[in-house]
């Protein structure tokens, strides 16, 4: 069945630094999400990607949908305490089951 | 509008007992989702509906779990009888056709 992986699992910045992370998956996606959820609470929807190609920009978050629509990113520039959370992508292929990915857990130290 | 109701918000159960969680999907959303959570697995997309009716429960671990909706407005999922592996956070979601997924608080259900 579709899969879809993220990585890192786990990054550890100090406040100011970037971040990255990168969603792969297995099949050829219709669109993809990007959810943020904050310790102990639920996912966040920040996002939607469509189109091959794509780069959407949400202050210091910058998301980006691959050419082959099968990968994706967000970058987050000079984090901040508040970045704090897990990512998840959420892809989309044919039907409209989303799967979500396996995560990257940010911590932030000041 | 109040947003994707859950309940409970904490089910503390012992092995074979029966357990009903309960969701209402944001009015006018005609998908809803039911995911589990864990640190293992992550998130896991347990069964669909599209306009009450379940679309994809391939997902669903086994005959163990059950999942109904009678009507727009509610949905329940059902373990019976219940695992300490079935320990996990259930969460429902609701969309409107390739929107984005509104959650809920979630339902910790802790099985002994």
């Known amino acids: 069945g579709q899969q879809v992986m993220q990585i890192p699992q786990y990054q550890h910045v100090q406040e100011g630094e970037d971040f990255t992370t990168y969603c792969n998956s297995s099949?050829?996606?219709?669109?993809i999400q990007w959810y943020k959820q904050r310790p102990g609470g639920h996912p966040v929807f920040l996002i939607q990607?469509?189109?091959?190609?794509e780069v959407k920009k949400q202050k210091r978050l910058t998301f980006q949908f691959g050419e082959a629509k099968k990968n994706s990113s967000l970058h987050i520039t000079a984090t901040q305490t508040t970045d704090v959370g897990t990512y998840f992508c959420a892809g989309v292929s044919g039907t409209d089951k989303l799967i979500f990915g396996t995560g990257t857990r940010l911590q932030v130290f000041p | 509008d109040a947003g994707v109701i859950q309940s409970p918000r904490h089910e503390v159960t012992e092995m074979g007992q029966e357990v009903t969680l309960r969701c209402k999907p944001i009015?006018?959303?005609?998908?809803l989702f039911w995911y589990r959570q864990t640190m293992m697995r992550g998130l896991e997309l347990l069964i669909y509906f599209n306009n009450n009716v379940p679309i994809d429960d391939s997902g669903m671990p086994e005959d163990r779990f059950s999942a109904k909706m009678p009507n727009a407005s509610f949905s329940t999922l059902k373990i019976q009888p219940s695992e300490p592996r079935d320990s996990a956070v259930y969460f429902c979601?609701?969309?409107?056709?390739?929107?984005?997924?509104?959650f809920g608080e979630g339902s910790r259900l802790t099985v002994l």
């Open positions: 099949t050829t996606l219709s669109n």
């Open positions: 990607l469509v189109k091959s190609g």
């Open positions: 979601a609701s969309r409107v056709a390739s929107g984005e997924l509104f």
């Open positions: 009015s006018g959303h005609d998908y």
